[in-house]
């Protein structure tokens, strides 16, 4: 009887099935696609990534969708809002403010002014005087500095980072924050949840167990659901009793150290060193990124700012939040404003057509325009996407110089040898519209031009870019130069 019933029950249909799978996907795909479509053409402020990600949606069934909801929605305005206050920037004051106590040299002053008021129309932050910035070249020199302050450290440790290795670099930071820590002085460290993926164990995890408060900046993972992706904090802020700071382009752990021949990722950048009233500013940034990403509400007492140099430094900030393009608009403006010369180092440039436009017609106007990049990339199609688009430049006459290996990670501006922006921000979309990114803006001659001379120096360690090379690359480069190029707004 069993046999009977067994032969009595209809077996599943293959390809009933496979059509019945077919239409479940079709219809989601006609739900999600067209809501996908509609939230990428009202909130996408960019016509060429809107068109993208609409293209996106419709042509792949549900992976399109599901691409733009976890690459292509901006989440981070909607917690700020929720938050209460505009993110990375609460409670401080637009205008200027420098110091009534402190001389600042009227050749400063007067070929700054212009670019002083650009900042000040896009910072939250005021042009502070009184302030010492000293750069400190690779690991071997910023990374002692840095763990010096920390041992010396007597109320309040904050630390910034995208990346924290645990190797040899990572593990000598850990142990002098635990110190710190056993000192009673306050430690707060913060990683980007992305960033802290390089490494193996977590730096995170380690720290953790030693009792350091340490957290993730939008960490990534299924449950609950995380989905910021694209949206990284890009910062690297050490402030130390809020007297001293350290900012640039370093994260944390042994790639840094350039002099390591041995070392085939060696990397070579600067880390700036910051003494005076500008400190406060990156304690401000700091507070505001960690009430973020915790919810805790950081208010360090903020002692009375110590009038140590004589430069002019302002804090910017930017990310994909109420700061969106705020670098962008500062890259530009200032490149607007040159009068004899533009330096830029960067390891990434895929600018936007703007920055683009402002160079060629700072050429046209007779300023000397210099681009330094390295010419062995870490990001190799990134490297090949820049060299889709140099042309445009080169024809106009920047001069473009290739810095030779190791991969050189420094990021300057320098404009009239008078003005110059330091900080975690390369010139690419990435960088420009997608991470959370902070500028420094210092006004002072000698610094700027100190920086000049080492781009200058830098440049011609390397070599020349030509026209009759970028013409000269073959028709398999140059395809794969221009598909790489195409997802520019993407990398």
Not at 118 to 143: C, D, F, K, Q, T
Request: proline share 7%; charged share 20%; net charge neutral.
């Amino acid at each position: 009887m069993a046999a009977n019933l067994d032969a009595g029950r209809a077996t599943p249909d293959p390809k009933a099935l496979d059509l019945l799978q077919a239409w479940i996907i079709l219809f989601v795909h006609l739900v999600a696609a067209p809501a996908a479509v509609l939230h990428a053409l009202i909130t996408r402020r960019d016509p060429r990534a809107s068109f993208g990600w609409i293209a996106v949606c419709i042509l792949f069934p549900l992976g399109g969708p599901v691409a733009y909801l976890l690459f292509g929605v901006n989440r981070v305005r909607s917690r700020a809002r929720h938050l209460g206050h505009q993110s990375f920037g609460r409670g401080v004051d637009r205008g200027d403010a420098l110091h009534p106590d402190q001389e600042i040299s009227e050749q400063d002053l007067q070929s700054t002014e212009p670019l002083g008021r650009i900042g000040a129309r896009l910072s939250r932050h005021p042009m502070v005087a009184g302030n010492r910035v000293a750069p400190l070249y690779n690991g071997e020199s910023a990374y002692p500095a840095m763990l010096e302050a920390i041992e010396g450290a007597t109320r309040s440790v904050y630390l910034s980072t995208y990346i924290f290795d645990s190797d040899e670099t990572g593990l000598k930071f850990m142990q002098a924050l635990v110190r710190a820590r056993q000192r009673g002085v306050e430690v707060k460290v913060l990683i980007d949840g992305a960033g802290e993926l390089y490494s193996s164990p977590r730096a995170r995890r380690l720290l953790a167990r030693k009792g350091i408060e340490v957290a993730q900046f939008l960490p990534l993972r299924l449950f609950p659901p995380s989905l910021h992706i694209n949206m990284r904090s890009h910062h690297k802020i050490l402030v130390v009793d809020g007297s001293t700071a350290f900012t640039g382009g370093m994260n944390i752990g042994d790639r840094h150290l350039a002099e390591n021949q041995a070392n085939p990722s060696r990397v070579v950048d600067i880390q700036f060193r910051l003494e005076g009233p500008v400190v406060a500013q990156l304690q401000r940034v700091f507070a505001d990124t960690w009430e973020f990403a915790t919810g805790e509400v950081l208010d360090p007492p903020e002692p009375e700012p110590e009038i140590t140099g004589g430069l002019l430094c302002r804090t910017i900030t930017d990310g994909p939040d109420e700061d969106l393009d705020r670098l962008t608009f500062l890259f530009t403006a200032a490149i607007s404003q040159a009068q004899e010369s533009i330096r830029i180092m960067t390891p990434y440039f895929l600018p936007p057509r703007e920055i683009i436009g402002a160079l060629q017609s700072a050429v046209l106007r007779g300023v000397k325009v210099t681009l330094v990049l390295p010419e062995k990339n870490n990001l190799r199609f990134i490297h090949w996407a820049t060299r889709n688009m140099l042309w445009e430049l080169v024809l106009q006459g920047v001069e473009v110089h290739y810095q030779p290996p190791p991969f050189v990670h420094s990021k300057l501006l320098v404009i009239d040898r008078c003005y110059l922006v330091i900080g975690s921000s390369n010139w690419d979309m990435r960088s420009l519209r997608l991470n959370f990114e902070l500028g420094v803006e210092i006004c002072d001659s000698g610094l700027a031009g100190k920086m000049a001379g080492h781009i200058d120096h830098q440049a011609a360690a390397g070599r020349p870019v030509t026209i009759e090379e970028l013409d000269g690359r073959s028709l398999p480069t140059r395809i794969r130069d221009s598909i790489c190029w195409l997802f520019s707004p993407y990398l």
